[in-house]
């Protein structure tokens, strides 16, 4: 049994009986420590969805990480800048209305978090370093735009890898 403690008891409650249907484990609550019963790798694998959803990510979201191709990757925004002001580049990640974080997610193919001063990116292990480098360009204090062309030529660059591998004219 594992037992893990969340801030964000009550959103995990109220995916309980999915994350249990999910991921063959059974679920209980003491205050705001949850338990998990079940195997060691469906123990481990509800830890980091418990923990994927304290960082703001849906339920649905989460649950991508059974797929042993998606990853779950935090980024601690302290531990890129010196700066003080951690809202202004919260903000910047963000973007006006999440403008910024949406086009991320967009052209990375990846999912993104900001939750105090840590960044969370759900991914598939291709598209989820591209996503990584997005955040902590901005988090360096790149322009928007420059992040936006970067992730550009990435896509552009994996769809081209895909399309000449499918016609089998590399070798």
Same mark, same amino acid.
């Given at each position: 049994?594992?037992?893990?403690?969340?801030?964000?008891?009550?959103?995990?409650?109220?995916?309980?009986? &999915?994350?249990?249907?999910?991921?063959?484990? &059974? #679920?209980?609550?003491?205050? &705001?420590?949850?338990?998990?019963?079940?195997?060691?790798?469906?123990?481990?694998?509800?830890?980091?969805?418990?923990?994927?959803?304290?960082?703001?990510?849906?339920?649905?979201?989460?649950?991508?990480?059974?797929?042993?191709?998606?990853?779950?990757?935090?980024?601690?925004?302290?531990? #890129?800048?010196?700066?003080?002001?951690?809202?202004?580049?919260?903000?910047?990640?963000?973007?006006?209305?999440?403008?910024?974080?949406?086009?991320?997610?967009?052209?990375?193919?990846?999912?993104?978090?900001?939750?105090?001063?840590?960044?969370? #990116? #759900?991914?598939?292990?291709?598209?989820?370093?591209?996503?990584?480098?997005?955040?902590?360009?901005?988090?360096?204090?790149?322009?928007?735009?420059?992040?936006?062309?970067?992730?550009?030529?990435?896509?552009?660059?994996?769809?081209? &890898?895909?399309?000449?591998?499918?016609?089998?004219?590399?070798?």
């Amino acid at each position: 049994m594992e037992k893990i403690y969340s801030q964000s008891a009550g959103k995990i409650r109220q995916n309980k009986h &999915k994350l249990e249907k999910e991921l063959n484990v &059974k #679920i209980s609550f003491t205050g &705001k420590t949850v338990n998990i019963e079940g195997r060691a790798v469906e123990e481990y694998l509800v830890s980091n969805i418990v923990e994927a959803m304290e960082l703001g990510f849906t339920a649905e979201q989460a649950l991508l990480l059974k797929d042993e191709e998606v990853i779950f990757e935090k980024i601690n925004i302290k531990d #890129i800048t010196k700066r003080h002001d951690l809202a202004r580049v919260r903000g910047r990640i963000i973007g006006t209305h999440g403008k910024t974080r949406e086009h991320i997610e967009e052209l990375s193919d990846c999912f993104v978090s900001v939750h105090d001063n840590v960044v969370g #990116i #759900i991914g598939k292990s291709e598209d989820i370093k591209k996503a990584i480098q997005a955040v902590t360009s901005i988090i360096q204090g790149s322009k928007q735009s420059k992040v936006y062309s970067y992730l550009e030529r990435e896509r552009a660059k994996s769809k081209q &890898k895909g399309f000449d591998e499918d016609l089998g004219l590399r070798e």
